[in-house]
T-cell receptor, first 115, second 113 residues
Framework: AQKVTQAQTEISVVEKEDVTLDCVYE???????LFWYKQPPSGELVFLIR??????QNEISGRYSWNFQKSTSSFNFTITASQVVDSAVYFC????????????FGKGTKLSVIP | DAGVTQSPTHLIKTRGQHVTLRCSPI?????VSWYQQVLGQGPQFIFQ???????GRGNFPDRFSARQFPNYSSELNVNALLLGDSALYLC????????????FGPGTRLTVT
């Protein structure tokens, strides 16, 4: 069975601080995909990144960066120089395939960026 | 291009009633998935449809059913509503069956009283 754990329920930071959101996953599959989604107060989930299990390179996109470490089954997300617009709930998700495409989500981390 | 659209936006139903939620995927996307998101939790997978066939089903009772039409739009039906069915129902579309990015719609907020 797949499982995603986001241990941080809520985080508050002051604008311009860096913040890291943790994600730990469990799967028995050797091939899997990891995702991060952002859910602003409007409710719509916004796709941020997809990473497959064979690519452990870290990725940077503007102020966002992701650190994937198979050895610790973690896929952490860092926002550099946070902004008020970053305030949202962030979800980490896992797809282990096995014939059907279903995402297993963590419970989410609510990020509040204070001006 | 338009994103994933869902209707209605909000819905209030009474216990025991039936509800139908609708989803139109992004143009060119052939896969539609449905998720239930209870307040304070992450979304939970209900169904995936690809090329009009059910390809995956989550751990939900038979009161939940869905279908996909030739134009790839989809309906989620829930019978005999319970208070616990109150949630945000999200539809996601993707190009193919496996491992493509899923793009989510704004959701339908269902309240059961």
């Amino acid at each position: 069975a797949q499982k995603v754990t986001q241990a941080q329920t809520e985080i508050s930071v002051v604008e311009k601080e860096d913040v890291t959101l943790d994600c730990v996953y469990e799967t028995r599959d050797t091939t899997y995909y990891l995702f991060w989604y952002k859910q602003p107060p409007s409710g719509e989930l916004v796709f941020l990144i997809r990473r497959n299990s064979f690519d452990e390179q870290n990725e940077i996109s503007g102020r966002y960066s992701w650190n994937f470490q198979k050895s610790t089954s973690s896929f952490n997300f860092t926002i550099t120089a946070s902004q008020v617009v970053d305030s949202a709930v962030y979800f980490c998700a896992l797809d282990s395939g096995a014939g059907s495409y279903q995402l297993t989500f963590g419970k989410g981390t609510k990020l509040s960026v204070i001006p | 291009d338009a994103g994933v659209t869902q209707s209605p936006t909000h819905l209030i139903k009474t216990r025991g009633q039936h509800v139908t939620l609708r989803c139109s995927p992004i143009s060119g996307h052939k896969s539609v998935s449905w998720y239930q998101q209870v307040l304070g939790q992450g979304p939970q997978f209900i169904f995936q449809y690809y090329e009009k066939e059910e390809r995956g089903r989550g751990n939900f009772p038979d009161r939940f059913s869905a279908r996909q039409f030739p134009n790839y739009s989809s309906e989620l039906n829930v019978n005999a509503l319970l208070l616990g069915d109150s949630a945000l129902y999200l539809c996601a579309s993707s190009l193919g069956r496996d491992r493509y990015e899923q793009y989510f719609g704004p959701g339908t907020r269902l309240t059961v009283t």
